[in-house]
Each structure stands twice: as C-alpha cells, then as structure tokens.
C-alpha cells in the first residue's frame, strides 16, 4: 500500500507542478501594468479658419478695339475694346465675344433689362447679388456644377437695349475674369 500512496503523491505532486507551469504560461501571456501601453487621449482637431483663397489673377493682355458691325446693322459704328485675341462670333440671335475656350461674353436684345435684373433674387441658385450701378448687377451661382461670376449689364446701341455679360453660365473661372468682362462691356461705345 505504501507504493500506491508514493504513486498517488508522486501523480498530484506531477499533477500540481503541470497546473502551476500552466498558471504561470497564462500570466506571462497576460500584460501586466507596466506593459500595457497608458491610454492615450485623442486631441480634436482644432477647427482652423478656413483659408480664404486668393483672388485668381488673370493674366495682362493687349487689349484693342474691334468693330461691332458683323452682329448687325444696329452695331454699324460700334466698338469694344478687348484683347487683341478675341474673336466675334453671330449667329442670329446669338452675338459672342469669345474671349477663351471657356469664357465668353453674350450681347442679347433686352427690352425689359430692368425688370429682369428685379428678379434675380427669385432664384434660389443666385447669391450675392449686388447691384453696382443702375446698369450692372454682379452676382453668384452654385448651381450643379459648383461656383460662378456673373455681370448683367445694360447698354443702349441707338435707342434699342442690350444685356452685355456672362450669359446665365457665368464664367467658372474667376471673380477676375468676371471684372474682366465688366470692363469690356462698359467699353460698347460710338466709334
């Protein structure tokens, strides 16, 4: 009976050995305190002020007189003064002064100029609108395709009235190439 109690204590002292092994496998695999990593709190991101862009700069260009005649009779004896590269484009009623191949000025017939322009506001897409003087108005659009410059301005050829701008696109370019074709519009005159 004395080698069934050595072969039992000798089994839990083998038993109790394996058990503490394992304990110990399972506390070295458990981080402790000093090997944890300190819990670190995110910072937010400070709210920056957003940049304000810099107003694009249009490039200088030699700017000329071009006769108005070939968008009709009316125009006989008009001029605009433009840069020397742009071309006048007529197809009855569509008068262009194609200034790039995105940007371009429209002349169209515009008898009720006034009353038009008094609805600018009633386009949710319009913004900004400012009326410059009692024949030019510059406003905003965000349509779809994002951000543009519009001029609407008012110029008499003999008695008849003609809205010179953007057109309603406007230019997607700049606010630059917006006062651009202000200056040109105010530049329709009697040769």
Known sequence: MKKRL??????LVAFTACKKKEEKKDEAAKPTESMTKPEVK??????????????KKLPEVEMVDHDLSPFGKQFAGYVVTAPKDAKLEFDDPSRHIVLSDTDFITIEEAPYWE???????KDKDNQNIKKVSDTEYRYERTPPLGKSWLV??????????WS??????????SEAMA?????????????
């Not at 609407?152 to 009235?161: Q, R, S």
Request: aromatic letters at 2%.
């Open 42 to 55: 995110k910072e937010e991101p400070k709210q920056e002020e957003p940049a304000k862009e810099e107003p």
């Open 6 to 11: 050595v072969l039992v204590a000798a089994v």
């Open 115 to 121: 009353d038009a322009v008094k609805g600018l506001d």
């Open 152 to 161: 609407d301005m008012l110029v008499k050829i003999g008695k008849e009235k």
């Open 179 to 191: 006062d651009r074709i202000s200056t040109i519009c105010k530049s329709i005159r009697k040769k």
């Open 164 to 173: 010179c701008g953007t057109g309603m696109t406007g230019t997607f370019h």
